[in-house]
């Protein structure tokens, strides 16, 4: 029977090809940090990871997890409620709580199993959920798994969500979810908009804020902070694997009762091995550093400030906004992905973003500024650009 399977498959991996859209996998033969090497090269300049605060290689999150190994070994071997539990899982949780603002926070191996743990676990038949149509396909495929009514708002925009709410008036119970950050634009949801709607039509708000946490909002504390709405926000998941550390794991944080229930009956949490002492350390000494100084949060508002400056000046095409994701527009996917080796030829480690991951005819080289970039890495990846544009 896999003859017939492997042929086909091989069909579609031809025409992913011939599309330009297949995804080749550069190695990093370094730790992850503001200069990379990749494969046998030389150093280049990182401007694609999700690396915001430079912590994936910082010093002190590092000693933390080594000290976390000693303490407390390499893994659990079990699921929370079982013997999967130690202190610094229930210490994590409280500063997460602490830092977010929330009643109660629950740890997951990912963002993508917190979103997929939550809807089915809240939401039956008789509910309905709004969702952004660009939100993140943890979101997505979380909505799928639940049983309520489904219904999709184009991105941002409130009078299309308060269309889809009036449709959902029959439901029982009603939950908006939405990105914090639209990682592929890096544009931001209207919080303070959503959470009025969502008290004029008696509905909750999710908030994924993976691309926020750490580093949005007065104190980086995310986008319910940026708004001044997070007494009114009442749940939001986000990651370990982006500014806070760059390893892995993720959370659910919000009201009370919702975390409890979670507990009891989320799949992902009741299933899935604790996270490892050494990163839930890391991550604790991550919140930790965030807490006692505003250093990294300046330091990444500026290298993002002075890119778009200098690329707006050289004439590129950037997607408008604040965030340090900050997409040039190409169009045509060859041709991002031309431009990502032209880049890499110039020292600068960039990766083309194409469909499915973007809409056809949209790619893009998605830039993310990282507050290990120094002033002189921002303007040598301005000028690679020139460069790499001129032998287009």
Request: hydrophobic share 40%; proline share 3%; aromatic share 8%.
């Amino acid at each position: 029977m896999y003859g017939e399977l492997k042929n086909d498959l091989r069909r579609t991996i031809e025409e992913i090809r011939e599309a330009g859209l297949y995804k080749s996998e550069r190695v990093i033969a370094t730790p992850q940090k503001a200069a990379v090497r990749v494969g046998e090269g030389a150093e280049v300049l990182n401007f694609c990871a999700n690396n915001y605060l430079g912590l994936a290689d910082h010093p002190r999150l590092i000693e933390a997890a080594k000290d976390a190994l000693d303490k407390w070994g390499f893994g659990m071997a079990s699921v929370r409620f079982i013997c999967g539990t130690q202190e610094p899982h229930k210490e994590l949780e409280r500063k997460l709580s602490e830092f977010l603002g929330t009643d109660d926070t629950i740890l997951y191996s990912s963002c993508f199993d917190a979103n997929g743990g939550l809807f089915e676990t809240l939401l039956g038949a008789e509910d309905a959920i709004i969702s952004d149509e660009l939100n993140h396909a943890s979101i997505i495929d979380g909505v799928r798994l639940s049983k309520a009514k489904r219904y999709r708002y184009k991105n941002r925009d409130m009078d299309d969500l308060e269309r889809q709410l009036k449709d959902a008036a029959d439901a029982r119970y009603r939950l908006i979810a939405t990105d914090g950050v639209f990682s592929m634009d890096g544009y931001l949801a209207p919080l303070d908009e959503i959470c009025d709607l969502a008290e004029r039509y008696n509905a909750l708000v999710m908030v994924d804020d993976s691309h926020a946490v750490g580093f949005t909002g007065p104190t980086g504390r995310g986008t319910p902070e940026l708004f001044g709405v997070q007494d009114r926000v009442d749940i939001v998941t986000g990651t370990l694997g982006k500014a806070l550390g760059g390893a892995s794991g993720g959370y659910t944080s919000g009201r009370a009762e919702i975390i409890e229930l979670l507990r009891q009956r989320s799949r992902p949490y009741l299933f899935s091995n604790s996270l490892a002492p050494s990163i839930t350390a890391a991550a604790i000494a991550a919140l930790d550093l965030l807490s006692s100084s505003s250093e990294l949060l300046t330091r990444l508002r500026e290298n993002t400030e002075l890119f778009r400056r200098r690329m707006t000046e050289e004439g590129f095409d950037l997607l408008p906004g604040e965030h340090p994701i900050i997409p040039v527009m190409i169009g045509d996917a060859a041709e991002a992905g031309r431009l990502a080796d032209l880049l890499l030829e110039q020292g600068i480690y960039v990766i083309g973003f194409s469909y499915p991951v973007v809409p056809h005819g949209k790619a893009r080289i998605r830039t993310q500024m990282s507050a290990a970039h120094t002033t002189e890495d921002v303007n040598r990846a301005v000028d690679a650009f020139v460069a790499a544009r001129a032998k287009m």
